[in-house]
């Protein structure tokens, strides 16, 4: 389970977030929606200590991380908790010049210790479950961008995190190569991995979210399940959100 207490974050003068409260449970998917500016984003890299939050308290599993302006984290603590996290980014954020097995294989070898043998295994394993069996070999240039996400994806799964974070996983991606990154995420869904995931896919988050929160101006306007979130809230300003997307 994540906890997170009373958090917020400031970029000089901009307070981005302003006192979030959430739980998200293990084993389920969480969506993070709302407009461009929101805080989504912020949200989710505080939750990979990306950025340190000002203030506030972050549980992930037995670790609990408290933050104050008076209080300078260690490395070490920063490193235990992020290793328990997987980041998929919007860009891929992929080594150019190493293999597609080779970027699933780097953060096994270099971060966990893992011996090759044992790596190039696990990302093996990986590269099919995410349907890209035979393009171990391949560099990023030689891939679609879907295919690049997908190996993204196996790369932040190859770490065994307890939570996978995405950051609007589909947002660069032309519309015809969106589908199968959501069916990756759809699959790790069903198997009952924790996700965390910003996007503006909507039919996605209502097919596949166990919880659907709705952030704006920095704060969390609404959370519930898809069909209290989509068909039954009476938030004006989530209603206004949801009209805005859907007349797209």
């Not at 969480?30 to 203030?55: F, Q, W």
């Not at 933050?67 to 920063?78: C, E, M």
Request: proline share 4%.
């Amino acid at each position: 389970m994540i906890t997170i207490e009373k958090l917020f974050k400031r970029f000089h003068d901009l307070e981005v977030l302003k006192g979030i409260d959430v739980i998200l449970e293990k084993g389920k998917t969480a969506v993070i929606i709302g407009p461009s500016g929101s805080g989504k984003t912020t949200l989710l890299r505080c939750l990979n200590l990306l950025e340190i939050p000002d203030s506030g308290k972050i549980s992930l599993g037995s670790n609990r991380i408290e933050f104050s302006p008076s209080a300078k984290l260690r490395t070490k603590d920063i490193m235990t908790f992020r290793k328990q996290t997987g980041m998929v980014f919007q860009n891929y954020n992929l080594f150019p010049h190493l293999t597609a097995l080779e970027n699933i294989m780097e953060g096994q070898v270099v971060v966990l210790k893992r011996s090759k043998e044992v790596a190039r295994k696990k990302a093996q394993s990986l590269l099919e479950k995410v349907g890209l069996k035979d393009r171990g070999n391949m560099y990023p240039h030689q891939l679609s961008g879907g295919q690049q996400q997908r190996i993204g994806i196996a790369r932040a799964m190859a770490m065994d995190p307890e939570v996978l974070l995405f950051d609007e996983p589909t947002s660069a991606l032309d519309p015809e190569l969106v589908g199968e990154v959501l069916k990756v995420m759809k699959d790790l869904a069903k198997e009952g991995m924790t996700m965390v995931i910003v996007t503006h896919e909507m039919k996605f988050a209502e097919d596949v979210a166990d919880q659907v929160i709705f952030m704006d101006q920095g704060i969390v306007m609404e959370k519930g399940t898809p069909d209290e979130v989509f068909n039954h809230s009476g938030n004006p300003r989530l209603l206004q959100f949801l009209n805005k997307v859907s007349s797209r």
